[in-house]
């Protein structure tokens, strides 16, 4: 799979705050996401509809998942990041420091 697979031009900076995010501590539900970076819950929503929309992401199947190491009955909506994505940060020297 190559780079231009995936529409990389379309993120913006929230995008890849969420990508990079997921891809260094796994799946994650809205809600949680919103918190840790301060942003408007529906914003981050729309802006994880739109990722999985665009296959950078992809929903966490299942009543239950472990997440971090941790059982989780999954109450919210758990997205991951896609195959594509984890090879894609894994061939990179992408700096994982949040700003």
Not at 21 to 39: E, N, S, T
Not at 50 to 64: I, Y
Request: net charge positive; aromatic share 14%; proline share 1%.
């Amino acid at each position: 799979m190559s780079k231009t697979s995936l529409p990389w031009e379309k993120l913006d900076h929230k995008d890849w705050e969420i990508l990079k995010d997921l891809y260094k501590d796994g799946a994650d539900c809205a809600k949680f996401i919103a918190r840790r970076f301060g942003w408007d819950l529906k914003e981050t929503i729309e802006k994880l509809k739109k990722l999985e929309k665009e296959k950078f992401l992809k929903r966490v199947e299942g009543r239950f998942a472990i997440i971090r190491g941790k059982l989780k009955h999954m109450n919210h909506t758990y997205y991951e990041v896609t195959r594509e994505v984890k090879l894609y940060f894994r061939r990179s020297k992408y700096s994982f420091k949040r700003s």
